[in-house]
Every structure is written in C-alpha cells, then in structure tokens.
C-alpha cells in the first residue's frame, strides 16, 4: 500500500509537470501568434497611409519615418527586425536585442521553410544561455499580398511564472502525500496485524504437531475463505495423523512382539539342544549295573540344570525389558548412589569422581543403581584382556540437568554399529541378548532423562547420562 502511494505521487507530479510545461508551450506560441497577427494589421495600416511607393527598398524609409518601428516596438511590446526577401537586414527596433536576434542575415533554410509554408509563416524555437527564445519569421505583403519583406518577431519565453506554479503544485501535492503515506502505513499496520493474527495462532498450532501426541484441532470465527480453507485442511491432517499414529503405534507393537518372539524362540532353543542331546544320550548309554552310574548321573543333573538355569536368565531377561518401568520417585544424592554402584565392583579399574556439591534427583533408587551397573558391566566387558581396565564415573551438572560420565579404556565402537548401540538384541558379545542398553535408554526415558556417547576405536568410550535436577 505504502508503495503504491509513493509511486502515484510521482506518477501524478511527473505527468503535472509535464502537462504545465506542454499548456506553458501552448500559451507563448498562442501569444506569439496573436501578436503576428496584430503586428501585421499595424503595418498594413502604415503601408496603406505612406506616401513612399510601397517597394522592398522602400522599407526602411517607411518604417524609419517618424520612427514608426519603435512605435511600433513600443505599442506591441515586441522587437521588430526586418529583412529583404534574401535574409538581409534592412532595419531593427531594439539595437541591444539579443545576439540571436540581430544575425545580419538570415539563414536559408529558414527563407525555405517560409516559402513552403502554407501560411507563409515559420516559427524556430531555441535555447541561448539558459533562456528559451521562439522567433517568428512572416512575410510583409503589399495590398495585393505581394511579399515585400520578411519579419521576424523575437520572444523571449520567459517560464518563471509557470516553474512557480509548478514548485507550488509540488509542494502542496507532497503534502497530501506525506499525509496519506502516513495513514496508509497505519492501516497497513492494523491490517496485516488482523489478517496475520489468524495466521499465527494457525501456525502456532502447526509447529505445536506431533507424531504420537494429542494434536487438537483449530476452531476459528469470521475468517476470509482463505484462511478457512487452511483450517479445514489441518483440522483434516489432524484426523489422517491421528489414525496413521494408531496404525504406526500397532504395526511397531506387532513388529515389537513378533521380534521379541523370534528372540525369544531362538535363545530358549540354544538350551534345549543340549538338554535333548543329554538326555538321549543318558537313555542310550544308562546301565543300572554301571558302578559309576552316580557319578554320570550327577553329570547329566548337572549339565541339565545350566541349560535350566539359562532359560530362567533369558525368560528373567526379557521379561524385564517387556515390563516398561513404573516411575517411583524419590529424592536421591546422586552421588551416593554412584558411590554404593562403584563398592560392588572392587578390584576392577573402576574410580569414581563425584561433584564437590550434592546434586539432588528424583529417581527410582533401585532402576538407576540397575542403569549405572549395566554401563559399568558393558564397560567392563569392552575392555580386552590384554589390558588394564580403567573405568572412570565421574558426576556433574549443567543446564538443570545432572550428567554422569562414564569413560572406559576399551576397544571403542565401530562406526557402522554406532546407530544400532540402543536397538533391543543388538550385541558385539559373544554371550548375551543385546538388551542392556535398550533397557537403560528406556528407564531414562521415563524419568524424562536421555543417554548418548562417544567412541574411538582402541581408545575407548564415554557414556552421558543425563537427568534433570530437583527443584
């Protein structure tokens, strides 16, 4: 809005200036041509009462008696020059005339254009040091139109009157402009804040959308069909997000259980194989008269109950990490509990460097000593044989949130098993189910806590453990 006032008022300045100029033109060539024709009627009169015979030669003797050109000059306000009918001077009015016009000789493309007009008639325009200059050029006839001598009406164009009314013009018209310019920014101020409002609140609620969350719908009044149409385009998002959430969250949980189940499946029958194995070999080789029938007996027992007992570790296992952990808050030191997790591993490498203040949580005693215990056990477990384990839990806070740093010394993580470190069943071990750090990720998840790391390969890894601080 503000752009279109400026360029109307240009556009409308330039075109008045233009037109002021061009009506300016109109009235000096006007006025020029009026008195030509007063000039001429003068003369007539004189050259009807002279007695000389009215002959180009003539001229001068008539026009100089009684010094008729300067009355003429001085009853018309106009100089007068006059020439034969081949551009020689005959006799002037005003001697200190400008330079211009007091050329002793007329130029012949100028006597052309006389001739070949219809009026016998020619008027040349020029500029000479800043002034604009018209002059006329006409023919003095006799009273049988026979041309006599050629006359030339110089004309200063003198503009001051029409640059004044222009500049006047100009002032007044940025006046009313400066004022509409300043209305028009206040009413494009109040209306882009009108119309942007409503587009705020929609875009407040776009950005507020998420995957999985309780995405409410927008509810707006009096609104532009435009505007209207956003909404309902969103509203309709809303319902398409909300049933590909439910679908997204029942296709992760089958696929969740269907892997959980071939886990499952495939750990439980590591065991048995050997169990089935056992037995069939007890069948075939028992012999109750064997005299080291007790001892191979309690072989068999014993073999039979590992395989036991593994199966108790992975159905305990997995039915830990299914059962999602239940919050149970209460203020901890956290640093007590790093320090009573550090006493359980006595003699291994591992030190702990608490914060020199108490840093206060709230959190489930047992799940961080489980979360704690499982990233020591894994970084004892990175660590080669052939070298000295050392394992360094230090504590710490920053931006509200309370930071235990796990570092160990060990062979580090390969990068194209970094992204997969927190997948359920994912593991480097020889032994194992892979759930230890999917389980850690969980319970801090749900004390809106999180877990990150960095790794070099054969310098080792540090683990970040974030969780947020009592207020």
């Not at 130029?107 to 002059?135: A, C, M, W």
């Not at 049933?243 to 071939?262: C, D, G, H, I, Q």
């Amino acid at each position: 809005m503000m752009f279109l006032v400026l360029i109307s008022a240009i556009v409308i300045a330039t075109i008045t200036a233009y037109r002021y100029k061009n009506e300016a033109e109109l009235y000096h060539q006007s006025r020029l041509e009026r008195k030509e024709r007063s000039i001429k009627r003068h003369i007539n009169y004189i050259l009807r009462r002279t007695t000389y015979p009215v002959k180009t030669k003539n001229i001068p003797l008539i026009f100089k008696e009684n010094g008729r050109i300067y009355e003429l000059s001085e009853i018309h306000r106009m100089p007068l020059i006059i020439y034969d009918l081949d551009g020689k001077l005959l006799l002037k009015s005003n001697e200190s005339f400008s330079k211009d016009t007091l050329e002793q000789q007329i130029p012949k493309n100028v006597i052309s254009q006389i001739k070949d007009s219809t009026n016998k008639t020619h008027l040349v325009s020029y500029e000479n040091e800043g002034e604009r200059f018209k002059s006329l050029y006409t023919y003095i006839t006799d009273n049988k139109f026979k041309p006599l001598a050629i006359l030339n009406l110089p004309y200063v164009q003198n503009d001051d009157l029409v640059k004044k009314d222009i500049r006047a013009f100009i002032k007044n018209l940025a006046e009313v402009y400066v004022l509409m310019l300043v209305l028009s920014m206040i009413l494009a101020f109040v209306l882009s804040n009108f119309i942007t409002s409503r587009m705020k609140a929609i875009s407040n609620k776009i950005k507020e959308t998420r995957l999985g969350t309780s995405n409410t719908k927008i509810t707006v009044d009096n609104v532009s069909e435009e505007i209207s149409t956003i909404v309902t385009a969103y509203n309709s998002m809303i319902d398409q997000l909300e049933a590909s959430a439910v679908k997204l969250a029942r296709s992760e949980r089958e696929n969740a259980w269907k892997e959980m189940a071939r886990q499952v499946a495939h750990e439980i029958k590591n065991p048995l194989t050997p169990m089935r194995l056992t037995i069939q070999s007890f069948e075939r080789r028992f012999d109750p008269e064997d005299p080291n029938i007790r001892s191979k007996l309690g072989e068999y027992s014993e073999t039979l109950i590992q395989q036991i007992d593994t199966m108790s570790t992975i159905a305990s296992a997995f039915s830990d990490f299914a059962k999602l952990p239940h919050r149970k808050d209460e203020i901890l030191d956290l640093n007590d509990v790093i320090d009573s997790v550090v006493d359980i591993f006595p003699e291994q490498g591992v030190s702990f460097n608490p914060s020199k203040l108490p840093i206060q949580i709230n959190f489930d005693k047992v799940q961080l000593v489980r979360v704690t215990t499982n990233l020591v056990k894994n970084a004892l477990q990175a660590i080669p044989d052939s070298r000295r384990p050392q394992i360094i839990i230090s504590t710490k806070t920053a931006n509200n949130y309370a930071i235990i740093e796990i570092r160990d010394n060990g062979s580090g993580i390969k990068d194209e098993n970094k992204h997969k470190i927190f997948e359920p069943n994912f593991t480097t071990k020889t032994s194992g189910m892979g759930l230890g750090l999917a389980m850690v990720r969980s319970i801090l998840e749900t004390y809106e806590g999180s877990i990150d790391f960095t790794s070099t390969i054969d310098l080792g890894t540090t683990f970040n453990v974030e969780i947020p601080i009592t207020r």
